[in-house]
């Protein structure tokens, strides 16, 4: 949700950040008083709270109850994350541990998927996400059919990302070990580098110039190819969902069935990340409640960035967790763990 730009004094700045930097430790509405003490404000608790209504009135800061302190607005949580915030360093054991846990699945692409999501969810105490890259975009690497009854064969399909699909076809005719040899030969000879959602169509365009037995495997090759189930959804992991029940903003059961039922309905979840991170190709993204235009995500934020494999981006990655995050130490954690995935799935996918 966009912003009308509004410039705010310096002052108004350093009361802004005491008050989301303090909200984010707390949970609880922060008062002029508590902020003087905390953050030793050379003003008084009068100026200060003139300022906080300055604020208010201007859209940063909100008043939940009359009595309370103020909290911060996603409006004040994106003045902070795009002016005033000072992004963390990743911590030396936190390289460590990303790398070791990576490290440790690194001979299957689905597997480093997964475990980065856990590893998102441990370090942050959030929710991980990782968006896993379309199966229609990886290039064949390596194709085998293997009957396994008479009935019945397997085609196993290595792409380009380093991940094994494995889909079970039926058989109209049974096929044997020195048939299927040849089969296999001739799929790995003319569909390898071929995108997986075009190599029923390219086997199809090359049976005109084939002649009698490359044909006739041309034939059977396409009867199998044709029963792959094509569009299937982009996978999501998401480990951590637990950790965001446990925060104070959904101890109200209504406000955390909200939520629940966001997370249960994935296409939701990709759908803001498709509009909101991966048109930004080469930045992590800050998505900040009301920001998504969708209101299972109103009481939280997402921050999330690209990965590749090679040059080429082809997934996404971050966290979910309340709009009281700490956003200055999860954005480095984000864009570390993207660029270590993306080089552990180029080493993988080479």
Do not use: C, W
């Not at 003045?79 to 070791?100: F, G, S």
């Not at 968006?131 to 293997?146: F, H, L």
């Not at 009957?147 to 889909?167: E, M, N």
């Not at 495997?217 to 044709?226: H, S, V, W």
């Amino acid at each position: 949700m966009p912003y009308e730009d509004k410039t705010i004094s310096e002052r108004e700045q350093i009361i802004l950040q005491a008050i989301v930097r303090s909200y984010i430790t707390t949970a609880e509405p922060v008062g002029s008083r508590a902020i003087v003490k905390r953050f030793e404000l050379d003003l008084s608790p009068a100026t200060v709270r003139n300022v906080m209504a300055d604020l208010e009135e201007a859209g940063y800061l909100q008043q939940l109850h009359t009595s309370s302190g103020r909290v911060p607005t996603d409006r004040g949580y994106r003045y902070y994350v795009d002016y005033l915030m000072r992004v963390q360093e990743v911590t030396v054991a936190e390289r460590v541990r990303i790398e070791a846990e990576l490290s440790s699945k690194l001979n299957d692409a689905d597997e480093v998927l997964r475990q980065t999501s856990q590893i998102l969810a441990l370090i942050t105490h959030q929710t991980g996400i990782v968006k896993a890259p379309d199966e229609s975009a990886g290039e064949v690497r390596y194709i085998e059919i293997a009957p396994v009854a008479a009935t019945r064969a397997a085609v196993l399909i290595a792409d380009s990302y380093g991940r094994v699909h494995t889909v079970m076809v039926p058989l109209t005719n049974p096929l044997n070990a020195d048939e299927a040899q040849k089969l296999n030969a001739f799929l790995n000879d003319h569909l390898r580098g071929i995108p997986l959602d075009r190599f029923a169509s390219t086997v199809q365009q090359k049976m005109v110039n084939l002649l009698d037995d490359h044909r006739r495997l041309a034939e059977q090759a396409l009867q199998l190819l044709n029963l792959i189930p094509n569009n299937r959804p982009s996978q999501l992991y998401l480990e951590g969902a637990s950790q965001l029940f446990e925060q104070p903003e959904f101890r109200d059961v209504d406000k955390a069935r909200g939520v629940f039922g966001f997370l249960e309905e994935r296409d939701r979840l990709l759908e803001v990340l498709r509009k909101n991170v991966t048109d930004n190709d080469n930045e992590t993204s800050v998505v900040i409640g009301s920001e998504s235009n969708d209101a299972g995500l109103k009481d939280i934020s997402v921050v999330a960035s690209p990965y590749r494999v090679g040059d080429k981006t082809v997934g996404v990655l971050g966290i979910l967790g309340p709009r009281r995050m700490p956003y200055h130490r999860l954005t480095s954690i984000v864009e570390y763990t993207a660029g270590m995935l993306s080089r552990m799935l180029t080493k993988l996918a080479g």
